[in-house]
């Protein structure tokens, strides 16, 4: 492939020379041969041209870069690095794209726009700071940004070299860029060291510019200032040198310009007051500043600029006296210039009249002796050997001496200015490094050139040796970086052009010998000059002169005219003027001319170790004075070694035009320049190297269309590209593989961007011919089908015209048929009808005849059926009478019986339904329940059998008492006990009879479950049906439109919520049934069991022996039910008297302990009944009289437990109904809050009472107990004959009774109660239902609807729905945190219980151990059960504890050690602690925990100014102590949401206004503090994420450039610096959002927090992208689009969309879409000003110059467009700036946001320390 290349072929596109535009750009028409003479072309406006070729004197013509390398910012990433591709490329960059900077490897390249340009503000430079120089479009900043970052990485001293020729704009680069450092570099403390180094550029500018021909403002002196930095990189000081100032200026300007600009600013101000005795007048009326014919400039008003320089004056320390002194200075210096020197008559001599006021005015301005002066005009000393004359001066001579006094005035006046503003900028503190600003005059050449010329160049030599130097050194350290193999490059060296000028026997020292001369000429030194070099190749000798000499300078041929060299080098003036100056009056004018010790000059300036540069004048003896040019040449040397020991960094200035036309370029004045300025060396020594360098990654992307597809997918990409490269490029010396990049020589990326374009020509072509295949055979298709219906039209036609034939004939036969049978029929019908009339005359007579007869027999038989019906009807009547009397009186006999029968079975009936009364309404509690019953009844039966078994054993115990009564005792007590037996026996009876009724009713409740159960699975059935429909319908919907299957999907969803209400309904429902099935239990167990039996659900606890208050599980049933109550009514309503429900549960619950320790011991006497059974024992011992009287306390101590029980209960009804009085004109929701709480109370009050009966029971069953030992104990004594108590007998006998009563009162209540829940179930179904038919109901209405209509009522229906959820999520997290926190006190208490348990039992056991069993049940104590005091909400502290306090909850506290508990602990902390400072009525306390909590947190936030966390943490807690202060405040304003217990917690005596607004200023200097850290953590990530990283993998291209960076810059060396993705920056914004949201911060302020930090990143990027010309492309804005979508998105997925965040991304979204759309047409232009609503014109302007196209395929966009956009949108009063400010702030509002949190329940983690903080 590469063998077949030829670069001159046609189609390739060249430049040829033109003598208008420099360089031409043409095309090949034909390809050409080596050897031919000719090269066909053709030019732009299509005009054939024959370019002729040889060998050396015309050779083949430049060949021209792709387009897509066009408008490249680094010249040498151009391919052809040539002379004509880097004009042409300045020119469009300059021209289209309005850039005035280019890059050209190390030097920056800057165009004057004669134009104020909006690229120079603070939000620029903050857009430079910290970013490589590579990274950002070509810019004066960021060639100072790259000397600061490297004068801190290398701590190497740095300088900025510009240079340019007059009106180039080197001044004003060099202003910009101390601008820069200013800003970036600022002082450390308020020295304001920065302002006044900006300060001296007005000052300067006054005394050091002047207008020119070619510049307005052009700097006539070159300077050099060093701006010191600290060791912490802050400016502290700077020094500035100064070089060869044109003094000629003063006294002399050409055509068209001015004197210096001072001159023309006093004049301008010469009518203030303080100026009057200054005699100035207009600028005209004075010589020296109306030679150039013209005082003005355009645009520039003179007194304002002189306001600014006195301003810049004052800022640097220089009084107004000494102000004034200078005025007075240069005052006089117009004065001297307008002295009127007069000729005498004999031409020798001259004089100046004695009335000449100029010469007054300038006597009396400087304070010296007006005849002195006067007579030293016109005479001059002369000193010899041995005598000294005193000589008359010509007019001339005095003319020239006069000026020469007055330049030298001025340049001493400019010396002390310098000397004091360097005095002004020096520093005590210790220089660490400098970056030093080279403002010095480029290469000048003009049509007369004379001594400044000379200088200027010759400095211009050793700079361009010194860069030339720099670049090859550079160019050597990149290839050896990279081990490459290279050779020597031959560069231009320019060191015989400098010894020429400056070595032994130079023309300086030739210069300096003649000024030595007496009698020294510019002729005679000239000649000296071509007898000495006319040998050398850089000096030539003019052909038509002999007082000129040409040099050969690096960048053109430069011919000198010698008159005047040796007069400016010897720069004479006369020592009696100077002596006369000295004599001033006025110290200052004195000090300007007295010389200095060197020693006390350099003394002063040793702080900043800067030598002057340029040597004061010493004593005025000519042989011990030096000339100008030794001067000269001693502070070049100067400047070159300090320029040596720093790294150097170019700025060249060119001047487009002559004609200061803004954006006007002309390509001869151009190329001038670039030659001068060593732009063109750089890209010949670039050139001759490797010049297009690219890494291997981005050649791998940019070229794997060239390469096979087993490199692609090769894991080695470093190994593909050389595999690539050995393939394409046969010359191995065209390339070179370093360790991290590509070299290639000129010419090889183009040769690879051809290769690259025909292999995407030809995939285009493939691609055209297939898809121009396809519209063919679509068109063909077309065609054959319209074919094929014609015929098939045409046929038809044919067909139906012969069936039409056809059809008539067909008509004619059938018409001819017809016709013919009608005549037929008619024929046949006539012959037909006459002989039926025959007929039936004929037939009637005969058939008259035959009914006559037929008449007569049917009357005789009519008569006979008569009589026989008469006679059977008679004899039926009889038969019939007989049998009904027969029958009545046997229904009656057997009605009779059926009525007595009936009677019967209603008297059964009735009976069956009094016994089935209340029975029925417990079938809802059994529906689930079935397998239970069944369990239940085996239990029953195994109970009933123990019940017989214990009955019968009763018997046999009374029968044997009544035999031995009957033996004691007379026959009517038998009798009596002989009833109770029977009695007992009765009741045994009835309760077997009970038993079968249970039986029966179990049976009927068991088929009126399964009823229930039908009918549940006839509804389930049913709900599955409709689900089904529901799923079908919504199926049907997703198909016909999609936005109904959104409200499908949400119905679905709904349907779902409902199924699980329901199904939780249930379960709620299961769980009344169990608690039903338990007290059922309870009651059979009662019921049919006498005694009492233990079971694990009435064993009593452990903690019954404790000394605390014991909780036993039905506590957490108590917290259940707390929390359904509190689920049914609210939090607020809840909270009314929750805590007097909870007293009464607490009693509830010591009732049941003591019920239990009653069973217990009835369990224990039951033992010792059985014992007392089975062995003979004595009478009643100590111990059973120990044990009943154990019992009777226990009874007496329940019983007073239920008098305060019902006490209690009195004292909650009365404060109910005196609260209902109270509020009895509040809302419904008061009223159904206290109707829920006597609902509470009434079920409190029945259980009570159940525990009453509970202990009556077993108060009967001790009783009976008792009974049964007596007994026994009689039948004991009957035995020995001793008396049996029968009153024992009968009370155990009532026991019973009693028992049997309660019993029956207990089940009814329990029927009522389960008739009630069975109610209240049916209702829920009801409700179920009812809600169904909504549902159904809103689905058809939706079904109704019209698609855009649905889908806005089903978003409406969502957004209601997940409100509604939303309310009550939270409503249930806070409950749920409510209990968690509940239960997390009792588990502590558990565990302190179990602990103390544990120990107690220990010692209950060696206790035991020790006495034994003998009197176990004597060793119990009574529970003494201790009151929980009521928290009021308030922490106690002492006043020595506040500072331990502050430095627990606020210095020494981490976010983490409190993430696990409530929100903002310490800020309800501190409040409850304010709140009980003020309850105690302690102002001083108050106030002083209120500061020392403030300092506290702004020294936490000082140390912890970098920590995002802590920030955030203490922003939260502020904002909510703040919210505490209003909420609490008593203020009705902030009270209306509280609830009553939260007003009643507020502050009493203390109104804390002040102390809330103190709190709102700290929360907002947090919450600033809190965006800078998170915009200082996120802003480096942000233009790597949002413009570098591939959010859409393999979408950015990469375009064909090089990579020309400094090599000085940042070394990545491969690694490269830490690049973001997107992904790591939504992480990092994900962390700031959770940090917030866990830390408790309001939802409003995280908004806002979001939002600022959006408009920092929407600020950052598109400012990267409009100083970004790489990123300006389609695939960037894909990309770019793609990451907005997915900030969107994150902010839709926390909630955060409604923040206003997403707004703020509006001018990136509109950049990205700018990048996207075309940009060819008017209508583009149109949709394109519609569409960026929120850019300004010049970022719109911006980003369609900036706009790169990624291939050749892809066309920029025009100027002619561009320009139609800016027309377009002129009418926009868009702000002058073209970057966003990154720093802008919106404003913040901290919104009033109340706690729901109840004080009282706040809980304080042990690890926090706050042990001494005492609960109030």
């Known amino acids: 492939m590469a063998g077949d290349y030829h670069p001159y072929s046609k189609f390739t596109r060249v430049w040829i020379p033109d003598p208008e535009d420099v360089w031409k750009a043409a095309e090949i028409t034909r390809d050409y041969k080596e050897g031919e003479s000719v090269l066909h072309l053709k030019l732009e406006d299509e005009t054939p041209l024959e370019y002729p070729v040889g060998q050396k004197s015309n050779p083949l013509p430049f060949l021209r870069n792709p387009d897509i390398l066009v408008g490249e910012n680094d010249l040498t990433a151009l391919s052809y690095l040539h002379e004509p591709a880097v004009l042409h490329n300045l020119r469009v960059r300059f021209l289209e794209s309005n850039n005035i900077y280019t890059y050209c490897g190390i030097v920056l390249v800057a165009i004057n726009p004669y134009e104020q340009l909006q690229i120079y503000g603070e939000e620029v430079i903050n857009a430079y ?51 820069f450092f200013a800003t970036v570099g600022g002082s450390a403390n308020d020295t304001n060291v920065e302002e006044k180094v900006l300060a001296s550029s007005p000052i300067m500018e006054a005394i050091g510019n002047a207008k020119t021909t070619r510049n307005d403002n052009s700097s006539r002196f070159g300077k050099y200032i060093q701006i010191v930095f600290s060791r912490h990189y802050h400016i502290i000081g700077a020094n500035m040198r100064t070089y060869l100032l044109e003094k000629s200026r003063v006294v002399f300007q050409a055509e068209d310009e001015r004197n210096y600009h001072i001159f023309y600013q006093l004049c301008a101000s010469s009518t203030l007051p303080e100026f009057n005795d200054l005699s100035l007048t207009s600028a005209e009326d004075f010589t020296y500043t109306s030679l150039g014919e013209n005082i003005f400039i355009e645009g520039v008003n003179d007194a304002e600029d002189f306001q600014k320089t006195r301003e810049a004056f004052t800022l640097l320390g220089i009084k107004d006296s000494s102000q004034s002194s200078i005025f007075k200075v240069i005052a006089s210096i117009l004065h001297l210039g307008n002295v009127q020197i007069c000729s005498e008559r004999d031409g020798e001599s001259c004089r100046i009249s004695r009335d000449d006021l100029h010469l007054k005015h300038f006597c009396r301005l400087l304070g010296v002796e007006l005849q002195q002066m006067e007579h030293w005009l016109c005479h001059r000393k002369l000193v010899t050997a041995s005598e000294t004359y005193v000589k008359n001066m010509s007019s001339k001579q005095a003319a020239n001496a006069r000026d020469a006094l007055a330049k030298h005035i001025y340049a001493r006046m400019f010396d002390w200015i310098v000397e004091h503003i360097n005095k002004s900028l020096q520093t005590s503190s210790k220089q660490h490094s400098f970056i030093g600003v080279l403002d010095i005059y480029g290469f000048e050449t003009f049509e007369v050139n004379s001594f400044e010329q000379f200088c200027i160049n010759y400095a211009n030599e050793k700079l361009q040796q010194q860069f030339n130097s720099h670049v090859f050194k550079l160019e050597q350290e990149e290839y050896m970086k990279e081990q490459i193999p290279w050779t020597l490059i031959d560069f231009y060296d320019n060191q015989p052009c400098i010894d020429l000028i400056e070595a032994r026997l130079g023309i300086l020292d030739l210069l300096d010998e003649e000024c030595k001369v007496p009698k020294g000429t510019d002729q005679n030194w000239a000649q000296k000059l071509y007898k000495q070099h006319s040998s050398s190749v850089h000096f030539q000798k003019p052909r038509m002169s002999n007082i000129s000499f040409i040099i050969n300078h690096f960048a053109d041929k430069v011919e000198y005219h010698c008159e005047g060299f040796l007069e400016k080098n010897r720069d004479t003036v006369y020592e009696e003027q100077i002596n006369i100056l000295k004599a001033s009056q006025f110290q200052l004018v004195a000090d300007l001319f007295h010389e200095k010790d060197d020693v006390t000059s350099s003394s002063k300036t040793s702080r900043v170790n800067v030598r002057p540069a340029k040597s004061l004048p010493k004593a005025p003896n000519k042989e011990h004075r030096k000339t100008v040019g030794l001067q000269f040449r001693s502070s070049l040397h100067l400047l070159m070694e300090t320029l040596n020991a720093t790294t150097p960094h170019y700025v060249r200035c060119i001047k487009p035009n002559d004609l200061k036309e803004a954006f006007s370029f002309d390509s001869s004045r151009a190329v001038q320049q670039l030659r001068a300025c060593g732009v063109l060396e750089t890209i010949r020594i670039s050139a001759a190297g490797y010049p297009s360098r690219w890494t291997y990654p981005d050649f791998f992307s940019r070229y794997r269309v060239l390469m096979k597809k087993s490199d692609i997918t090769s894991a080695d990409k470093k190994l593909a590209c050389k595999n690539l490269l050995e393939t394409l490029v046969k010359d191995s010396d065209m390339f070179q593989f370093g360790k991290t990049k590509i070299f290639f020589r000129a010419g090889q990326v183009a040769y690879l961007e051809k290769l690259r374009a025909d292999k995407f020509r030809a995939a285009c072509i493939k691609i055209q011919k297939t898809v121009r295949g396809w519209l063919q055979r679509v068109r063909y298709r077309k065609i054959r089908k319209s074919a094929v219906t014609l015929q098939r039209y045409g046929r038809g036609y044919l067909a139906r015209r012969f069936a039409e034939q056809l059809r008539l004939t067909r008509a004619a036969l059938v018409c001819q048929k017809q016709y013919r049978m009608v005549q037929t029929r008619r024929a046949y019908l006539r012959v037909r009808q006459a002989v039926i009339t025959i007929q039936a005359f004929t037939r009637g007579m005969f058939t008259r005849r035959i009914y006559q007869e037929f008449l007569l027999h049917h009357k005789a038989m009519i008569i006979q059926r008569s009589v026989r019906g008469w006679l059977q009807r008679r004899k039926f009547r009889r038969a019939r009478d007989a049998a009904v009397t027969i029958q009545c009186a046997y229904r009656r006999l057997r009605a009779k019986r059926q009525l007595k029968q009936l009677k019967i079975e209603a008297r059964s009936a009735e009976h069956l339904k009094k016994l089935n009364t209340g029975m029925e309404n417990k079938i809802v509690q059994l529906q689930r329940k079935m397998d239970d019953q069944s369990k239940e009844l085996r239990h029953q039966n195994e109970q009933l059998v123990v019940t017989n078994s214990s009955l019968g054993s009763e018997v046999t115990k009374l029968q044997k008492q009544l ?53 549940n699975c006839l509804l389930k059935s049913e709900k599955e049906d409709m689900n089904q429909k529901l799923l079908q319908h919504s199926k049907s919907v997703e198909e016909d439109d999609s936005s109904v299957s959104q409200r499908e999907v949400s119905l679905q969803s709904e349907l779902d919520a409902e199924r699980q209400r329901y199904q939780n309904l249930l379960k709620e429902f299961s769980r009344l049934e169990q608690r039903y099935d338990n007290l059922k239990e309870e009651v059979s167990l009662s019921k049919f069991h006498p005694g009492h039996r233990r079971n694990p659900s009435n064993q009593s606890s452990l903690e019954s022996d404790s000394n605390y208050p014991s909780i036993s599980t039905s506590e957490v049933g108590d917290t259940e039910d707390s929390i359904q109550l509190v689920e049914e009514m609210g939090v607020e309503k809840a909270a009314m008297d929750i805590s007097l429900f909870m007293k009464l549960q607490k009693r509830v619950r010591e009732l049941e302990q003591e019920r239990k320790r009653l069973q217990a011991n009835v369990d224990k006497m039951e033992e010792l009944a059985k014992r007392r059974d089975s062995e003979v024992k004595s009478p009643t011992s100590e111990q059973e009289t120990a044990d009943l009287a154990y019992n009777s306390l226990k009874r007496q101590e329940l019983e007073s437990e239920n008098k305060k029980l019902k006490n209690d209960l009195n004292e909650l009804r009365k404060t109910v109904a005196e609260r209902v009085s109270q509020n009895s004109s509040s809302s419904n929701e008061q009223q159904d809050g206290y109707n829920v709480l006597l609902s509470q109370l009434k079920s409190a009050s029945e259980e009570l009472e159940a525990r009453k009966e509970e202990v009556l029971i077993l108060r009967t069953q001790i009783v009976s107990a008792a009974q049964r030992q007596d007994k026994n104990d009689h039948i004991d004594e009957n035995n020995s004959k001793e008396p049996i108590d029968e009153e024992e007998a009968l009370k155990a006998y009532h026991g019973l009774c009693e028992s049997k009563k309660l019993l029956e009162a207990q089940l009814q209540s329990q029927s009522r109660q389960h008739k009630d829940e069975l109610e209240a179930l049916h209702t829920q179904i009801e409700l179920l239902k009812d809600d169904i038919e909504k549902k159904q109901e809103i689905l058809n209405y939706t079904m109704s609807l019209s698609p855009e209509a649905q889908v806005e009522y089903s978003v409406q229906q969502e957004i209601t729905r997940l409100t509604n959820d939303n309310l009550d999520l939270k409503e249930l997290v ?73 430095k627990s909850l606020i210095a020494d506290i981490r976010p983490n050690t409190v993430s696990a508990t409530v929100p903002c602990l310490p800020a309800y902390i501190l409040f409850m602690c304010i709140r009980h400072a003020d309850y105690i009525n302690d102002d001083q306390k108050v106030a002083s925990l209120l500061t020392s909590t403030i300092n506290a947190i702004k020294k936490v936030l000082k140390k912890n100014n970098d920590d995002f966390e802590m920030t955030s943490f203490w922003l939260a807690n502020t904002s909510r102590l703040l919210h505490c202060l209003k909420q609490y405040s008593g203020d009705e304003v902030f009270m209306t949401q509280n609830t009553t217990k939260q007003n009643e917690h507020c502050l009493k005596n203390f109104d804390l206004a002040e102390y809330r607004q103190v709190l709102s200023d700290l929360s907002i200097q947090i919450y600033q503090q809190l965006i800078k850290v998170a ?134 979204i509109q950049a990205a879409q700018l990048l996207q759309v075309k940009k060819k047409t008017t209508q583009d232009a149109e949709a394109i000003c519609s569409l960026c609503s929120s850019l300004t014109t010049q970022q719109i302007v911006k980003i369609l110059n900036l706009y790169t ?60 320390n706050l042990d001494f903080l005492i609960r109030v």
Not at 151 to 161: H, V
Not at 1769 to 1781: A, G, I, S, V
């Open 1374 to 1446: 806070e409950k749920l945190e409510k209990n968690e926190r509940k239960l997390k006190k009792q588990l502590r208490i558990y565990m302190k219980k179990v602990q103390e348990l544990e120990v107690s039992q220990a010692a209950a056991a060696a206790a035991a151990s020790q006495t034994g069993r003998s009197n176990p049940e004597l060793s119990r104590q009574v529970t003494v059960q201790r009151k929980e005091k009521d928290f009021e909400g308030m922490l106690e502290y002492s006043k020595e504890d506040e500072g331990l306090l502050v």
């Open 1749 to 1808: 196209p990624l291939n050749e395929f892809e066309e920029r966009v025009t100027v002619s467009f561009i320009r139609n956009i800016q027309n377009r949108l002129q009418e926009r009063n868009d702000p002058p700036q073209l970057l966003l400010d990154t720093k802008q702030t919106f404003p913040v509002l901290f919104p009033y946001t109340p706690s729901a949190l109840s004080l009282e329940t706040l809980h304080i983690p042990a690890s926090l």
């Open 129 to 179: 700071t910290g970013q490589n120089m590579g990274d950002m479009d070509p810019h004066i900043f960021a060639v100072a940004e790259e000397a600061y970052k490297q004068m801190a990485r290398d701590e190497r001293n740095q300088s900025i070299i510009v240079s340019g020729e007059s009106g180039a704009g080197k001044t004003v680069s060099a202003k910009y860029a101390m601008r």
């Open 963 to 1015: 035999e031995h009564l009957r033996s004691r005792r007379d026959e009517g007590q038998l009798t009596s006990l002989q009833d109770e037996l029977q009695t007992a026996r009765e009741e045994l009876r009835e309760a077997k009879k009970l038993q079968e009724e249970h039986g029966s009713e179990k049976l009927r409740l068991q088929q009126r479950v399964e009823e229930l159960e039908r009918e």
């Open 1575 to 1708: 915009e200082s953590i996120i802003q480096p990530m942000i233009v790597s994420a949002m413009l570098e990283s591939e959010s859409i993998p393999s979408l950015a291209g990469v375009k064909p450039m090089g990579y020309r960076n400094r090599s000085s810059s940042m070394d990545n060396d491969g690694s490269g610096p830490s690049s973001y993705t997107l992904e790591a920056l939504i992480r990092q914004l994900g962390q700031f959002h959770a940090v917030m949201r866990d830390h408790g911060l309001d939802p409003e302020i995280v908004g806002q927090v979001v939002r600022q930090l959006f408009n920092c990143i929407n600020a950052v990027t598109l400012n990267n992208l409009l100083l970004r010309k790489d990123v300006c492309s389609w695939s960037t804005g894909m990309q770019l689009r793609y990451n907005t979508s997915q900030m969107e998105e994150w902010l839709r997925g926390n909630n955060l969309y409604q923040s206003k965040a997403a707004a703020t991304l509006e001018p990136i």
